[in-house]
């Protein structure tokens, strides 16, 4: 997380109670009637950053509810150049405290640096593998690869390029995870929900439900091996690259590779490009054999 650039953003937004517009509608109680705001001052407001934020958190919105405002049918009067603002000004509220929304715009603000943090991570792993000429696919442009649960799967790395119509023989999700406790469980099911999709379509994974007659015999680990035993090494390769530390996340890698091919940490990057480099190395063997 970018803690500098959401400090300055944080002391951008603070200032802008000095904008004349913002101080015109200051009530007397110190609360602001944001909704007063004239459509010309929301318009150049929605054009400075830190402002953006500020009426987009007061108005209760973000950039998809935004856009779904601007094509309602109210909006669609209004010159095309006007319909954020009116759609952000329609919603602004009658009596706001402005330290609140500050606060909220603050939030909004942390949740697309994160975005953007993840979107560069993806971007340096990509760089690192094609610097060692390891032909694995990553967005952008985003690869597609039907499927049944979701129609248009987009991992976050996939070789070869679906376009072309083959198989997968690869399939990468790679995840940032803030809170080991409260996130990592979700996305392993995505992963793992995703992982026997891909198998059963593409593959030839064959399932065999084990029967279990008493629940408690569920936590033996041999139960997770002998589902793993009919997933592991069927194509596509599903691999999990979760940016967390080890030490947080290590005790759920057991009962998700019951499911999953493989899954890495923070720590694991080099065995994580290694493993894919040799999967690659692998399949283009057999096939030429």
């Given at each position: 997380?970018p803690?500098?650039?959401?400090?300055?953003?944080?002391?951008?937004?603070?200032?802008?109670?000095?904008?004349?517009?913002?101080?015109?509608?200051?009530?007397?109680?110190?609360?602001?009637a944001l909704?007063?705001?004239?459509?010309?001052?929301?318009?150049?407001?929605?054009?400075?950053?830190p402002?953006y934020?500020?009426?987009?958190?007061?108005?209760?919105?973000?950039r998809?509810?935004?856009?779904?405002?601007?094509?309602?049918?109210?909006?669609?009067?209004?010159?095309?150049?006007?319909?954020?603002?009116?759609?952000v000004?329609?919603?602004?509220?009658?009596?706001?405290d402005?330290?609140?929304?500050i606060?909220?715009?603050?939030?909004?603000?942390?949740?697309?640096?994160?975005?953007k943090?993840?979107?560069?991570?993806?971007?340096?792993?990509?760089?690192?593998?094609?610097?060692?000429?390891?032909?694995?696919?990553?967005?952008?442009?985003?690869?597609?690869?039907?499927?049944?649960?979701?129609a248009?799967?987009?991992?976050?790395?996939?070789w070869?390029?679906?376009?072309?119509?083959?198989p997968?023989?690869?399939?990468?999700?790679?995840k940032?995870?803030?809170?080991?406790?409260?996130?990592?469980?979700?996305?392993?099911?995505?992963?793992?929900?995703?992982?026997?999709?891909?198998?059963?379509?593409?593959?030839q994974?064959?399932?065999t439900?084990?029967?279990?007659?008493?629940?408690?015999?569920?936590?033996?680990?041999?139960?997770?091996?002998?589902?793993?035993?009919?997933?592991?090494?069927?194509?596509p390769?599903?691999?999990?690259?979760?940016?967390?530390?080890?030490?947080?996340a290590?005790?759920y890698?057991?009962?998700?590779?019951?499911?999953?091919?493989?899954?890495?940490?923070?720590?694991?990057?080099?065995?994580?490009?290694?493993?894919?480099?040799?999967?690659?190395?692998?399949?283009?063997?057999?096939?030429?054999?």
């Amino acid at each position: 997380m970018p803690l500098p650039e959401l400090e300055e953003f944080r002391r951008e937004v603070a200032l802008l109670r000095e904008d004349v517009a913002i101080q015109a509608v200051r009530r007397s109680d110190g609360r602001y009637a944001l909704a007063s705001l004239s459509l010309a001052d929301v318009a150049r407001l929605l054009r400075q950053e830190p402002a953006y934020y500020l009426l987009l958190s007061a108005a209760s919105l973000n950039r998809t509810s935004l856009r779904h405002a601007t094509a309602e049918e109210e909006a669609q009067l209004v010159s095309p150049r006007q319909r954020r603002a009116f759609a952000v000004r329609t919603r602004l509220p009658v009596s706001a405290d402005f330290d609140a929304v500050i606060s909220n715009a603050v939030a909004l603000r942390m949740g697309d640096l994160q975005r953007k943090a993840r979107g560069k991570t993806e971007q340096v792993f990509r760089e690192r593998l094609e610097d060692e000429g390891i032909p694995l696919f990553m967005s952008p442009p985003r690869r597609v690869v039907p499927g049944i649960v979701i129609a248009g799967r987009k991992p976050d790395g996939v070789w070869p390029d679906p376009a072309t119509g083959e198989p997968p023989v690869i399939y990468l999700e790679v995840k940032r995870i803030r809170r080991v406790a409260d996130d990592i469980q979700k996305r392993l099911y995505e992963l793992a929900e995703a992982s026997l999709e891909m198998k059963l379509l593409y593959g030839q994974a064959s399932l065999t439900g084990l029967g279990i007659k008493d629940n408690r015999d569920v936590r033996d680990e041999s139960t997770a091996q002998r589902l793993r035993q009919q997933v592991v090494g069927v194509r596509p390769i599903v691999i999990g690259l979760f940016l967390c530390p080890r030490a947080e996340a290590d005790r759920y890698r057991g009962g998700a590779q019951a499911l999953i091919d493989r899954i890495f940490f923070q720590e694991e990057i080099e065995e994580c490009i290694n493993f894919i480099s040799e999967t690659i190395t692998l399949h283009v063997k057999s096939e030429s054999h």
